[in-house]
């Protein structure tokens, strides 16, 4: 299939960048479109010029390093995440419109390269649990019941690709937030860091300048692993409950 | 920020409930609707002043006015600054309309509800031959005669009802509310009927003045 690509191409960080149009041919339906990427990079660099760049890892679907607004879609139009995109998801003849993601808390480096370190400093402020290492505690010992265990697996389903923030009308993190809330929320073993996990997050979250949510629910179609609204709905829960309890 | 906007919506909820109820007794005539006017002002009226009742819970409505605004107007500059760099496609998500104009709807109400006070309360705009401020039930029925009147009124509504459907679900949200299926439904029942017997009862009584139904003798 032969295609128009309309990529957005930025030299680095401080530099203004531009939509350029490249025509790539003979595409074939089964690649991936980051294999449709690799081809027109390939042509790029025979012809000597710049390669355009964009953030790639395992291509299976899981490391949340791939993400690419595809004609105005974050992921593209399937439910999942660019590297698991296939072009048999296009039409011959089709433009695809080619951005990085954008908010100010995802500064653009280079092209279509995005840097999510923020969401790395939420995870910091609170996103985990403290545990003494050492050898693997008994599996057993402490007991989780099933559907806490069920939401807990569902919510950690996230991979932190930044496709909710990416669809965000308000460019806000909440999604990917109250996911990790959710996730350690459920587990017997995030109770004790609960409430201050919560508020630092939130703090965090507001600091590296990401905008509040509106309940739109545009971040919860877009994401490639299907994080359901409502873990937003347990955040607010745990901050309500935290803020009353005067943490 | 999030929390003060739910809060304070929620009071508003309550109040345009109350004001639609009130609203209704213009069927029951010229005299019901001025006893019932009246009543407002008379509410604890040994303990309060001759409208006392009714001037505190004008400076309540007016406190939650200033918050809901403030924290609608610092999110939407948040919301702004966090997308400098817009997008140059964009599929809107698929977001309905009524999530999409809270912002501007809030501003096409906070200007009616200008024009509403201007109208009613402070009596500043008198339309229709018999606007005067001795009656209240008559003063709503010569306004209401008035084909544009009723107009704005309509289309004010209708933005009402937009802003409460998605407001009462996403305070719901907000507050920590939606945490199971069931309860995730009926946030969205609720926010659905709220929007509905709210808007269709403050549009009833302007159409059946201007369609003659309710003629105030």
């Known amino acids: 299939m032969n295609l128009t690509l309309k990529i957005w191409r930025q030299a680095g960080p401080q530099a203004k960048g531009e939509m350029v149009t490249y025509p790539v041919s003979d595409i074939s339906e089964d690649m991936s479109f980051l294999e449709m990427l690799d081809v027109l990079n390939e042509q790029l660099n025979a012809r000597g010029e710049e390669p355009i760049a964009f953030d790639s890892d395992c291509r299976e679907g899981i ?81 989780v019941p099933k559907p806490k265990a069920d939401r807990a697996f569902m919510a950690a389903a996230c991979i932190g690709c930044g496709a909710c923030v990416a669809a965000c009308p308000n460019a806000s993190g909440m999604l990917f937030m109250g996911a990790k809330i959710t996730h350690l929320g459920e587990l017997p073993q995030g109770q004790p860091e609960r409430d201050a996990r919560v508020v630092s997050m939130v703090s965090q979250h507001d600091h590296e300048g990401f905008g509040g949510c509106t309940n739109v629910g545009a971040c919860s179609s877009a994401c490639p692993k299907e994080i359901p609204l409502d873990v937003i709905n347990q955040l607010n829960k745990d901050l309500r409950g935290a803020l009353m309890r005067g943490e | 920020m999030k929390l003060l906007m739910a809060l304070s919506g929620a009071l508003f909820v309550f109040y345009v409930l109350l004001h639609m109820y009130g609203n209704l007794k213009i069927f029951g005539g010229v005299a019901a609707f001025d006893e019932y006017a009246l009543h407002l002002r008379t509410i604890l009226m040994p303990i309060l002043p001759f409208g006392g009742f009714l001037w505190l819970f004008r400076v309540l409505l007016v406190v939650a006015l200033v918050a809901h605004a403030y924290s609608a107007f610092y999110l939407w500059s948040r919301a702004r600054g966090a997308r400098t760099t817009r997008y140059v496609a964009k599929q809107a998500a698929q977001a309905t309309i009524r999530s999409r104009m809270m912002r501007w709807g809030g501003v096409a109400l906070l200007l009616f509800l200008v024009w509403h006070l201007l109208q009613f309360t402070i009596l500043k705009i008198n339309v229709g ?51 199971s299926a069931k309860s995730r439904r009926t946030a969205k029942v609720t926010a659905t009927v709220i929007a509905l017997v709210t808007s269709v009862g403050f549009v009833l009584p302007p159409l059946a003045i201007l369609f003659g139904i309710v003629k105030g003798n």
Not at chain 1, 64 to 92: N, W, Y
Not at chain 1, 116 to 143: L, W
Not at chain 2, 142 to 157: G, K, R, T
């Open chain 1, 63 to 143: 490391c949340g390093m791939c993400g690419l607004m595809i004609s105005g879609k974050a992921h593209g139009p399937e439910v999942t995440t660019t590297c698991q995109l296939h072009m048999r998801s296009f039409s011959d003849g089709d433009e695809i419109t080619i951005e990085p993601w954008r908010a100010d808390a995802f500064p653009v480096i280079k092209d279509l390269v995005v840097d999510r370190s923020s969401f790395d400093r939420i995870i910091q402020a609170g996103g985990f649990i403290s545990a003494n290492t050492g050898s693997a505690p008994e599996a057993h010992s402490v007991p």
């Open chain 2, 129 to 179: 031959p018999d606007a005067v401020g001795d009656s209240a039930g008559k003063l709503v029925i010569s306004s209401f005669q008035v084909w544009w009147v009723v107009l704005i009124y309509v289309l004010a509504l209708v933005a009402l009802g937009m802003h409460l459907w998605h407001g009462v679900w996403s305070a719901s949200q907000t507050l920590g509310w939606t945490n």
